[in-house]
């Protein structure tokens, strides 16, 4: 028996030359089964009302629409915030989360089963790094989500789980399958994605024709911290770092957002301020001051005042800055607390 087609693997043009050379239909037909499982999210052929029921039957036999399965579901008692916990074909788990933003929803999705960067703050790399998301878990994922809230999201953010920059073709192929007008059809515009500081991948996005919104978790502003609390800094200094996004931002005129956790008496202090904004001096930058999130007690978080300080240190330096407010703590589905765990 020959493998079934994974379906949630398929951009257009693999479904169209599917669709017209192997089971010898219309281009049309790659249209309404696109739209059966990415917009009104029907995974079973046997529910494609508009299709005959010979070529569902034939569908069934020759495709699967398999997506991540769910495992666990939990509710923020405090601000909405949902966790779900997937089980994947290989008995593989990882986490995903939408957020509440007034009248949108943003999705804040996995690309790797766990995470190889071992960043001492996040517990996702405390988990270990399994392989990388195949396209169809990470589409499956944000359809899922979509297909249990009931209605569409509004945004995806690549910064769950895993860099997504290690897994560039299938982070890309993604993408392109969730932006397709035919498909499920989001605004390239409400896709970001984030990378602890992956220069040959920046390069590559850059490069990649995909105007998405890049975010960049910086944390520290300069080598020493940096190196300190993210190892990925030995590999990545922030000399090349800088220079990949000043590279960027030429290529794309886009502004990046620098995510910038706050750990007490580590990276909050007057003359990290001054430092972070000389530092980023030469881009068009907006960042995002977030509160630490408990993962283990080797940090804490910075006190209100000195957040508040910092952020007002950046405002004095015409550096625009946000305190990000925090979401979803109490199930620890904040921002580096993801991990692979029931």
Request: with cysteine; glycine share 6%.
């Amino acid at each position: 028996m020959s493998e079934l087609l994974n379906a949630l693997e398929l951009d257009h043009e693999e479904w169209t030359e599917h669709c017209t050379r192997e089971l010898e239909l219309p281009r049309y037909r790659a249209d309404q089964i696109c739209q059966w499982i990415y917009q009104k999210k029907v995974f079973t052929f046997s529910e494609m009302t508009n299709l005959s029921k010979d070529l569902r039957k034939k569908l069934e036999e020759e495709i699967m629409v398999f997506p991540p399965y769910e495992i666990q579901r939990q509710v923020s008692n405090i601000d909405s915030t949902t966790k779900y916990l997937w089980g994947l074909k290989d008995g593989e788990r990882i986490e995903s989360v939408t957020l509440l933003h007034g009248n949108h929803t943003t999705a804040c999705i996995s690309s790797q089963v766990g995470c190889p960067l071992g960043c001492s703050f996040c517990a996702t790399g405390k988990s270990g790094f399994a392989r990388n998301l195949s396209t169809d878990e990470i589409t499956g994922q944000f359809l899922s989500m979509e297909k249990n809230l009931g209605q569409n999201i509004n945004n995806i953010v690549f910064m769950g789980m895993g860099e997504p920059l290690l897994n560039m073709e299938n982070v890309k192929k993604s993408i392109r399958i969730l932006n397709h007008a035919k498909m499920r059809d989001l605004g390239i515009r409400h896709i970001s994605v984030s990378t602890a500081g992956i220069v040959p991948g920046i390069q590559e996005l850059a490069s990649s024709g995909l105007p998405v919104r890049l975010s960049v978790s910086l944390h520290a502003p300069n080598d020493e911290i940096r190196n300190r609390i993210m190892p990925v800094n030995r590999q990545y200094p922030l000399a090349s770092l800088m220079g990949a996004l000043e590279n960027y931002q030429e290529v794309t005129g886009e502004r990046i957002t620098i995510e910038y956790i706050m750990l007490k008496n580590i990276n909050d202090q007057t003359e990290h301020a001054f430092e972070l904004a000389s530092l980023l001096g030469n881009l068009h930058t907006y960042i995002n001051l977030i509160p630490y999130n408990p993962v283990d007690n080797k940090y804490q978080r910075s006190d209100k005042k000195q957040i508040k300080n910092f952020h007002a240190v950046l405002a004095s330096l015409g550096i625009e800055a946000e305190i990000r407010t925090e979401k979803g703590t109490d199930i620890d589905a904040a921002c580096g607390q993801l991990r692979r765990k029931h």
